[in-house]
C-alpha cells in the first residue's frame, strides 16, 4: 500500500512539474537565437496524453490488486472452514472410537468375570456345604481382568502353529514318521488345495527328527526314469513330482530361516553326493532349458542354495545355469543366495545375445540394473527381432499359411511385450496403445480367416425328415458304458502342466549345446511358449 500511495503522489505532482518545464521553456525562447519548429503547445499536450495514460493504468492495477486481496480473502475463508470440518469430524470418529472400544473392554471384562464365577461356583458351592457357609467368589478389578485376557490370547497365540498344522493332522503325521514317499503322495492327493498345504509345509517338518534328511528323501525319484529327457517331459507324473521335490527344498529353507543347526555336516556330505549325481545330467538338456524354464537346472541349484553346498562348484558352472531357469520366479533368490549377484551382468548379456530380451529385462529390474541395460530399447529390440526371425520373405515362402504363422508370432511377442510393460510399470516410458491397437488388429485378421476357413468347409449332409436318407438304419441301440475313454487317475495329471496365456516366438533351430563342462555356451536364440514375465506354475503348484 505504501508503494501504491508514493505512486499516486508522483502521478499527482506532474501537473506542478509540466508547469515548471513550460517556464523554462518560455525562457528558452526569449534567449534562442533561431526560430525552433517545436510548439510548447505540442509538448504540453504529449505530455498531458502521457499523464492520462498512467493515470488509467493506474486505476486498472488498483482495481485488480483489490479484486486479487477478496479472492485471497474468500479463499482463506473457505480454508479454514474446511479445517474446522475436518477437524470436526476427526473429533467425532475419535469419541465413536473409544465408545467402541470402552464397550468392547467393559463386554470382555463382563464376560470373564461371568466365566470365572461360573467356575468358581462349583468348589465353593462344595466348601459351603460342608461348612454350612454361603458360596465365596472371589472379586478382581475389571482391568485385572482384561490384564489377564491378554495373557490368554498371548498363550492361545503361541499355539497357533500346532493349530495351523492340524488343519491337516495327516501332513504332520507323516512328517513326525519321516515318510517320504506318503509325503509325496499326500501333497499328489491335496494339489486342489497346495496353496494351503504349502503354507503348512515347514511348520510340519518341525515334527520331524530330521527335517533336512526327510527332504533329501524325498529327491530319490527325480532321475527315476530311463530314456530321453523329451520322453521325461510326456510324464506327468515325473514332472508333478520333480515340482513337489523342488517346493519340499524351497520350504525347507523357508523353515531354515527360523531354525539352526539342522543341516549338519553329514546332511551336507548326502546332498553334495546328490549334486554329484546330477551334474553330469544337466549336459544333455532338452528345449525348457534352452527356454529359461528347466526343472533340472533348477533343481540343482535349489538343492546347492538349500544344503548351503555351492562352495564345493565352480562359480563359472553356477553361472551357465542361470539362463537355463530365467523365467522361474524363485531366480533371482536363487542368484543371491549362491553369491551370484555380481554375475548378473555376463548372464544378462548371455540372454540379449540369444535374443532372450525380455528375460534380460525381468533380470535387470531384480538387480536394479536397468541404468546399464535400457528396459524400454531391449524391448523395442525384441519386437524388431522377432519380426526379423518370423518374415516369410528370408525364406522365400509367402504362402496364407506362412504369413498366419508370421502374424501369430508377432501377436504373441506383443502380447509378451505388453505384459512386461504392465509388470514393471513402463507406460510413461513406452505407451501401450499402438502395441495394443496393433494386437487388436492381428487378433481381428485372426478370427476373420478362422470364419472364413470354418464357411469353407463342406457341410454333411442331413438325413430328411421323413426318415429317408443316407443315414444307416439302427435297429437295437445299447448304452455302451465304455462309449467314453475312462480317465486313469494320474498322480500328477496334467493340471500340472505350466500355464502358458503369453508365448514367444517358437525355436526355428533345435539344437541343444553342452550347458556343462565346457567354457562356452549358447541358448537357443527364439523363446518358447512361455511366460513374458518370468515362468510360473499354475495356481495349484506355487514353486
Given amino acids: ?14 501537473t506542478s512539474k509540466i508547469q515548471q518545464l513550460q517556464k523554462a521553456f518560455a525562457e528558452l525562447e526569449s534567449h534562442r537565437a533561431l526560430t525552433l519548429n517545436l510548439k510548447w503547445k505540442q509538448l504540453e499536450e504529449h505530455f498531458h496524453g502521457l499523464e492520462k ?8 492495477l488498483e482495481d485488480q490488486e483489490k479484486e486479487y486481496e477478496t479472492k485471497t480473502t474468500e479463499a482463506w475463508e473457505i480454508l ?20 467402541k472400544r470402552d464397550s468392547a473392554v467393559s463386554a470382555i471384562a463382563n464376560a470373564i468375570q461371568k466365566h470365572r464365577k461360573v467356575s468358581a461356583m462349583e468348589p465353593a458351592a462344595a466348601t459351603s456345604e460342608d461348612q454350612g457357609g454361603a458360596p465365596f467368589v472371589e472379586e478382581k478389578p475389571p482391568d485385572a481382568m482384561v490384564a489377564e485376557s491378554n495373557s490368554d490370547d498371548v498363550k492361545k497365540s503361541s499355539e497357533n502353529e500346532n493349530v495351523e498344522v492340524m488343519s491337516y493332522p495327516q501332513l504332520l503325521k507323516l512328517c513326525e514318521d519321516m515318510d517320504s514317499e506318503g509325503l509325496h503322495k499326500f501333497i499328489s492327493d491335496n494339489r486342489k488345495n497346495l496353496a494351503a498345504v504349502r503354507e503348512e509345509i515347514p511348520i510340519a517338518l518341525k515334527a520331524a527328527t530330521d527335517p533336512a534328511s526327510l527332504v533329501l ?12 529327457n523329451l520322453d521325461a517331459k510326456k510324464d506327468a507324473n515325473l514332472l508333478g513330482l520333480r515340482r513337489t521335490c523342488i517346493m519340499l527344498m524351497e520350504c525347507l529353507s523357508t523353515l531354515l530361516s527360523s531354525a539352526s543347526n539342522i543341516i549338519t555336516e553329514n546332511i551336507k556330505e548326502r546332498a553334495r553326493d546328490i549334486a554329484e549325481e546330477w551334474k553330469p545330467k544337466l549336459d544333455d538338456l532338452d528345449v525348457d532349458a534352452n527356454n529359461g524354464n528347466s526343472l533340472e537346472a533348477h533343481a540343482f541349484l535349489q538343492l546347492l542354495a538349500t544344503f548351503g553346498v555351492d562352495s564345493d562348484f565352480e562359480q563359472e558352472d553356477l553361472q551357465k545355469l ?3 531357469v530365467s523365467r522361474r520366479r524363485q531366480t533371482a533368490d536363487l542368484c543371491r543366495s549362491l553369491g551370484l549377484s555380481e554375475k548378473m551382468p555376463g548372464v544378462i548379456n548371455v540372454l540379449l545375445n540369444n535374443g532372450r530380451q525380455i528375460d534380460a529385462v525381468n533380470l535387470a529390474f531384480e538387480f536394479e540394473l536397468t541404468k546399464q541395460f535400457s528396459p524400454v530399447s531391449l524391448l523395442k529390440s525384441y519386437l524388431i527381432e522377432a519380426k526379423k526371425v518370423s518374415s516369410p520373405v528370408k525364406s522365400g515362402n509367402t504362402s496364407p499359411s506362412a504369413q498366419n504363422e508370421v502374424n501369430e508370432r508377432e501377436l504373441t511377442a506383443l502380447k509378451a511385450v505388453i505384459k512386461c510393460i504392465e509388470d514393471h510399470k513402463l507406460e510413461e516410458q513406452y505407451p501401450l496403445d499402438p502395441l495394443q491397437k496393433r494386437v487388436l488388429l492381428l487378433e481381428k485378421a485372426k478370427a476373420d480367416k478362422k470364419r472364413a476357413t470354418e464357411v469353407a468347409k463342406p457341410q454333411p449332409k442331413r438325413p430328411r425328415a421323413n426318415g429317408v436318407g443316407h443315414a444307416p438304419r439302427v ?3 445299447v448304452a455302451d458304458k465304455n462309449f467314453y475313454a475312462r480317465v486313469t487317475d494320474n498322480r500328477y495329471p496334467p493340471q500340472y502342466m505350466y500355464d502358458r496365456p503369453y508365448a514367444y516366438p517358437a525355436p526355428t533351430d533345435n539344437q541343444f549345446p553342452s550347458h556343462l563342462g565346457s567354457a562356452a555356451y549358447t541358448v537357443s536364440p527364439a523363446h518358447g511358449n512361455f511366460f513374458g514375465n518370468g515362468f510360473q506354475y499354475q495356481a495349484p503348484y506355487l514353486h
Fill in 322 to 324: 542361470i539362463p537355463m
Fill in 217 to 228: 528323501d524325498s529327491l530319490n525319484g527325480f532321475y527315476c526314469m530311463e530314456g530321453s
Fill in 1 to 14: 500500500m505504501e508503494d501504491t500511495h508514493s505512486v499516486a503522489t508522483l502521478i499527482e505532482s506532474t
Fill in 80 to 99: 479454514e472452514k474446511r479445517e474446522a470440518a475436518v477437524v470436526a469430524k476427526e473429533h467425532a470418529s475419535l469419541e465413536r472410537l473409544q465408545e
Fill in 53 to 60: 495514460s498512467l493515470k488509467r493504468r493506474f486505476t486498472e
Fill in 475 to 477: 435297429t437295437n441301440v
